[in-house]
């Protein structure tokens, strides 16, 4: 039976309480049990958002007992094993688990509506990312409440945490768990990125985005390049610990240095990735409450643009006493100094954005005045760190722990604040208390600086950080108990906050629709936002769409915009050209689903079986990770049976009939971090190569140049095969097709196998680093290949299913980048494994 | 087929389409820039580790000689990308405005910013031995 309003007629006519419930029935999640199929940006992003604050309470605990231990000198309060797991979990916790996630979330919620989507391009990789994230924050916080958590510091500096001096599954379960963290961050990177580029609403340029959609596009690129090295290290720290491979053992030509290289190239764009999205934060709030547009809008983009850049050239700056030449550290040193101008140029432009305009002093505005006199003081303090003298005399100490904290508590936590409060009645549609709000701004201010200011005395006065008792008598004991004082008066603050905001929601006052007067679209629905965010999607033409039309929410939800109508029980949003945001088709999106949640879970079965080193089941979970992840892409668009005509060719046809779909996107993103990560190694295998001690190697792979020269021939034939596949498609010549798959396939074959009979022909992966890194890097071309020839055997088959038939040209293409990629990577492996041992006169 | 009431009509084909390499031009001076650090800090520990020798018939050292003209390609290379979008300034279709003229000013802005960031990397090659 059909909908009242299943017509266009009757959808069009439709009053705007009516076009409300068909598009909630439409858009909603499922309640109850089933809430786990939940797919929705805006739900996901309020889980984000929340199981952040509850990794952010924890931490805030830990903060409070390292405090509590160190008030007084000789305290007894903890032990060193614990105390070691505390002050490790508390950096674990607050850096992966809150800063990053509690962001994500937070964009994830607000993006789509910011942008005029009706949601994310890959809401079911959005859930399976929040299960990835939840399950590696519950294995780290299972850890600790079990007494097992890791005790090696949050940057797990080897050889501490190798197998000889952190015996136990303790190291493992960091390893484990922030790896699963990392991994839901990449699929969030790919969702955002992709989303903020092609899902916009019609009108909407680049140079009309709104800023935080800068800032976010700029950190996810960040995220798929930033997180791969520490992902890396993390799986080669794990088979050193787990299987004996050397990669950070000196004895056996592993070197120390190449984790903390991999961490820190990780490391420093992680304090970037977390100030970006805060300060985007700011940039969209300061404009609300100057009553004026942002001053230096395309200043601003160049220094998010030049700031991402920059940051990944200063990783070393952490390394500065590890004995690296002088002339490379002045390397660092002055991009580390350098990356100070964008940082500075943000600020001015804000400030000039307050000088024009008429500023408004809200309760937003009061943390967001304390953030510019935070983070200008960590910043300056970052920029003596960047002098490598003076880095030297304050390595280790409690000054680096003040800077850091005030770069991060004054770059992250006071935007977000101020964020929470600013967002507060579009998430519950109730106004936050002026007045709790003030008293837990100067409780949290007043206590953070009384807390965190003398600690760069202690620091100058010589005391190391991450030592669990001082003796007395060396002039630390007052400004100790002063920090602690300090720290306890913050975290009084940040109790009232939550109460205030908690409290609030439930029982504050009611909100309008844009209470602060604010530009961006994400006002121009009704608050509580629902489901679908918009009833018609908006024609912008200006940056800030509600200064110039104040009644646009009015008129979308009468239906007056794009996508007006709906097509009963499909997701709609419309994608635009990337530059200028011309409608190109309508992407279709899945509604609720378990395949994410099963597989998130799959996952979990994987790793907890490596944790525990149950290496049977684990390859049982990664099997049936495997069987769900081909089943999602098997039913990926399969219900799509439209069939274009001529006469509809004109106007808007949906993301399976056009080429650069989501998907192609997806894949692209997916194999940018995956490129990272196979860059990293390739610096790994040098940087051993040229650096480590106790080289070279016995002896090295003795194999003849026959099958290096089968695996490249190999390799290229599966990549011609894929092409071969993928041009035929159009033309309809499916014997073709078929042949060039068939090709493709055969060519992969070849290319394991080949690939296999070298990394037989290896000296033992235990013997030395050398073999250690050869056959990782051979191992990856080996699980690259397995997995194409996964996607081809898919591609293959949807091509010959009577349902797929519209999809097939778009699988045959996701399959060709697959094997370009894995064509590409193949040929570097082969030439520098036959290489380097021909240059190794060179050291 | 959805009917998209007050949705602007567009086909696909008829667009000009986003290209990876074209999208990716606004930040090849600072990708330039990533190069340059990466062959200076890669070339200082391959220099040093095969102890360059210096030319005879000049007085400085391999190492810094060898960095020198690593670092003075990328200074060309940032110069030519800088020039290309300084001569391109007024050309369409910066002159029309939109989003293409604001790529447009954000690639010169960039550029200009990359050639000052690898001058100042490379400086202290010619003030500081290389490999102590």
Redesign the interface.
């Given at each position: 039976m059909s909908s009242p309003l299943s017509t266009?007629d009757a959808?069009?006519s439709a009053s705007p309480i009516a076009r409300h419930r068909a598009l909630e029935a439409l858009w909603r999640d499922p309640t109850g049990w089933r809430c786990v199929a939940a797919v929705n940006h805006s739900t996901i992003g309020r889980r984000f958002i929340l199981t952040a604050l509850i990794f952010f309470l924890v931490g805030g605990v830990l903060a409070m007992l390292i405090r509590a231990q160190l008030a007084t000198s000789g305290a007894g309060f903890l032990d060193s094993e614990t105390y070691n797991q505390i002050f490790t979990m508390h950096g674990t916790l607050m850096m992966f688990l809150f800063a990053i996630p509690m962001l994500e979330g937070f964009a994830m919620y607000l993006l789509p509506k910011m942008l005029g989507a009706r949601d994310l391009a890959y809401p079911r990789l959005g859930a399976y990312a929040y299960w990835c994230y939840l399950c590696g924050g519950l294995i780290l916080l299972g850890g600790m409440a079990l007494g097992l958590a890791p005790s090696s510091g949050w940057f797990m500096y080897t050889p501490l945490s190798g197998a000889q001096y952190s015996p136990g599954i303790n190291a493992d379960i960091w390893l484990i768990g922030i790896t699963f963290a990392e991994i839901s961050a990449i699929c969030a990177g790919v969702e955002l990125i992709t989303s903020i580029?092609t899902l916009r609403a019609?009108g909407m340029?680049?140079?009309?985005m709104p800023l935080f959609a800068w800032y976010v596009l700029v950190t996810a690129g960040m995220i798929l390049i930033g997180f791969p090295p520490l992902i890396l290290g993390s799986i080669l720290l794990e088979l050193e610990r787990a299987f004996g491979l050397p990669f950070f053992e000196v004895a056996r030509g592993g070197d120390p240095l190449l984790w903390q290289h991999l961490f820190w190239m990780f490391g420093h764009p992680e304090v970037y990735i977390i100030f970006l999205p805060a300060a985007g934060m700011v940039s969209t709030m300061i404009p609300t409450f100057a009553r004026h547009p942002m001053v230096g809008y395309?200043?601003i983009?160049?220094s998010i643009?030049?700031l991402a850049?920059?940051s990944?050239?200063l990783w070393?700056h952490h390394m500065f006493t590890v004995g690296i030449?002088?002339?490379?550290q002045?390397?660092f040193s002055?991009?580390s100094m350098?990356v100070a101008i964008p940082t500075g140029v943000q600020f001015f432009a804000w400030i000039a954005t307050l000088w024009m305009g008429k500023p408004v002093w809200r309760l937003p505005m009061l943390y967001l005045a304390g953030f510019l006199f935070v983070f200008v003081a960590g910043g300056l303090t970052g920029v003596m760190l960047a002098l490598v003298p003076f880095n030297w005399q304050v390595h280790d100490t409690h000054f680096v722990v003040a800077h850091m904290h005030y770069v991060l508590t004054g770059g992250l936590l006071f935007p977000l604040f101020a964020a929470v409060y600013y967002w507060m009645p579009h998430m519950t549609g109730r106004m936050p208390s002026e007045r709790l709000g003030t008293w837990s701004f100067w409780l949290i201010f007043g206590g953070f600086n009384v807390a965190f200011l003398p600690m760069h005395l202690t620091g100058l006065l010589g005391m190391p950080r991450r030592v669990f008792a001082y003796p007395e008598g060396l002039g630390w004991d007052t400004i100790n108990m002063v920090s602690s004082i300090g720290s306890f008066v913050m975290a009084m603050g940040v109790a009232l906050f939550i109460l205030d905001v908690f409290v609030h929601a439930r029982i504050g006052r009611l909100s309008s629709r844009n209470p602060w007067g604010a530009g961006t679209l994400e006002w121009a629905m009704p608050t509580p936002a629902p489901s679908y965010n918009f009833a018609?999607l908006p024609?912008v033409d200006d940056r800030d769409p509600l200064w110039r039309t104040p009644g646009l929410g009015g008129d979308l939800a009468g239906?007056?915009?794009?996508?007006?109508?709906?097509?009963p029980g499909?997701r709609?949003t419309?994608a635009v050209?990337?530059?200028?945001?011309?409608?190109?088709?309508?992407v279709r999106l899945p509604g609720p689903s378990f395949m994410p949640f099963a597989a998130a879970m799959a996952t979990a079965v994987f790793f907890l079986c490596v944790l525990f080193k149950l290496y049977a089941g684990a390859i049982v979970g990664a099997a049936i990770a495997l069987t769900l992840f081909v089943v999602w892409a098997w039913r990926t668009g399969a219900d799509d049976r439209?069939r274009?005509t001529p006469e509809?060719?004109?106007?808007?046809?949906?993301h399976t009939h056009?080429?650069?779909t989501p998907g192609v996107w997806g894949v692209?993103l997916a194999l940018t971090a995956n490129g990272t990560l196979f860059a990293a190694l390739l610096f790994g295998y040098?940087f051993l190569w040229?650096?480590a001690p106790n080289w070279p190697p016995a002896a090295f792979i003795d194999m003849s140049p026959a099958w290096f020269a089968g695996a490249a021939v190999a390799a290229v034939l599966a990549w011609f095969g894929a092409g071969r596949a993928l041009r035929a498609e159009p033309r309809g010549r499916i014997a073709t097709r078929e042949q060039g798959v068939l090709v493709c396939g055969v060519g992969g074959l070849a290319l394991a196998g080949c690939m296999a009979v070298i990394l037989a022909g290896a000296p033992p992966a235990r013997e030395h680093a050398y073999a250690a890194t050869t056959s990782v890097l051979l191992g990856y071309i080996i699980l690259h290949a397995a997995i194409g020839l996964v996607f081809s055997a898919v591609s293959w088959r949807r091509g010959r299913s009577t349902q797929h038939v519209v999809l097939t040209g778009t699988d045959l293409r996701l399959a060709l980048i697959w094997w370009r990629y894995v064509a590409i990577t193949a040929l570097i492996v082969l030439a520098v494994v036959a290489g380097m041992p021909h240059v190794e006169p060179?050291? | 087929m959805t009917d998209r009431h007050n949705t602007p009509s567009s086909r696909p084909s008829d667009r000009r389409r986003f290209r990876f390499g074209g999208g990716l031009r606004p930040v090849a001076g600072l990708a330039l820039w990533v190069s340059a650090f990466a062959f200076l800090y890669g070339g200082l520990s391959v220099g040093c580790r095969a102890a360059l020798s210096p030319a005879p018939w000049l007085s400085t050292d391999g190492v810094t000689l060898w960095l020198t003209g690593l670092w003075l390609v990328h200074v060309i290379g940032a110069a030519a990308l800088l020039y290309g979008s300084w001569r391109d300034r007024d050309a369409p279709p910066r002159n029309e405005g939109g989003a293409a003229g604001f790529l447009e000013r954000l690639t010169l802005t960039l550029d200009g910013i990359a050639i000052a960031a690898i001058v100042a990397i490379g400086v202290p090659i010619l003030l500081l031995p290389p490999c102590s």
């Open positions: 266009a959808q069009r580029l019609p340029r680049l140079d009309r395309r200043w983009v160049a643009v030049l850049v920059a990944f050239g070393v030449p002088h002339l490379a002045s390397f002055i991009a350098l018609a024609a239906g007056r915009g794009a996508l007006a109508n709906w097509t499909v709609e419309l050209d990337i530059v200028d945001g011309e409608p190109t088709h309508v439209t274009i509809q060719s004109d106007t808007l046809l949906p056009v080429s650069g692209g040098v040229l650096i060179l050291r | -």
